[in-house]
């Protein structure tokens, strides 16, 4: 699919059903990029990740084990991976009027072992992030490898369950669904971001990182 009709296809899932599931978003070389980018990382550039806002920001490794990475412009990898998102924004804000404001994104590691459990992004009215997206890094993933992302309806009946293979993005309204990432049984990697809209507008600043 050509760019443009992609950014179209992705904005109609968006308005019919609140997300949208893409598999080979990213080129096989970016993907790959950014999975060889992510293994040549050493442990001291890797934060274990906190839950919660601002002030009650916490370490809970019985809700989350995954290791985080804050992706900024500096590395060409890192860059090109932003300016893609920054793309699909500007269609979104074409297409939908969503008002976007900007986007943030880290690179995440489940060790073997790892797992994310149900959680919402986002709470109506208490942040500014809007749209919650998942790029997959992982090469020859198979089902029995774990690490599903399951996303569940408003009824808590699972609604998907997401391989996390190379290139497949997912993205999805942050306050509308619950979602986890089930136990991985192999190193998981991802880059999972934000769109936000402008913290003026919903009056709430996300927690400093
Ligand atoms: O890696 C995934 O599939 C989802 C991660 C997630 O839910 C999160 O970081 O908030
Ligand atoms: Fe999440």
């Known amino acids: 699919m050509v760019t443009a009709e992609l950014h179209r296809h ?22 790959l990029g950014l999975h060889q980018y992510a293994l040549s990382l050493a442990d001291q550039h890797w934060h274990q990740a906190a839950i919660g806002r601002a002030e009650q920001q916490a370490i809970n490794t019985m809700v989350r084990r995954d290791r985080i990475l804050w992706l900024s412009p500096t590395q060409p990898i890192e ?17 939908l009027f969503m008002g976007l404001f900007d986007y943030e994104c880290h690179l995440a590691h489940y060790p073997s072992g790892a797992f994310y459990k149900k959680h919402l992004d986002a709470f109506v009215g208490r942040s500014n992030r809007v749209l919650s997206t998942v790029a997959y890094l992982n090469p020859e993933w198979h089902d029995n490898d774990g690490g599903a992302l399951v996303i569940y309806d408003d009824r808590d ?8 293979k190379l290139g497949r993005l997912v993205i999805f309204l942050s306050t509308q669904f619950v979602h986890e990432v089930e136990r991985s049984f192999r190193d998981r990697f991802s880059v999972t971001g934000w769109f936000r809209v402008n913290a003026s507008v919903s009056g709430i600043v996300d927690p400093p990182r």
Request: hydrophobic residues 50%; proline residues 2%.
């Open 10 to 31: 992705i904005a109609d899932e968006l308005a019919n059903n609140g997300y949208a599931i893409i598999d080979d978003f990213l080129e096989h070389e970016q993907a």
């Open 79 to 95: 860059a090109a991976y932003l300016a893609r998102m920054n793309a699909l924004k500007l269609a979104l804000n074409r297409e």
């Open 157 to 164: 009946q699972v609604l998907q369950r997401v391989t996390p």
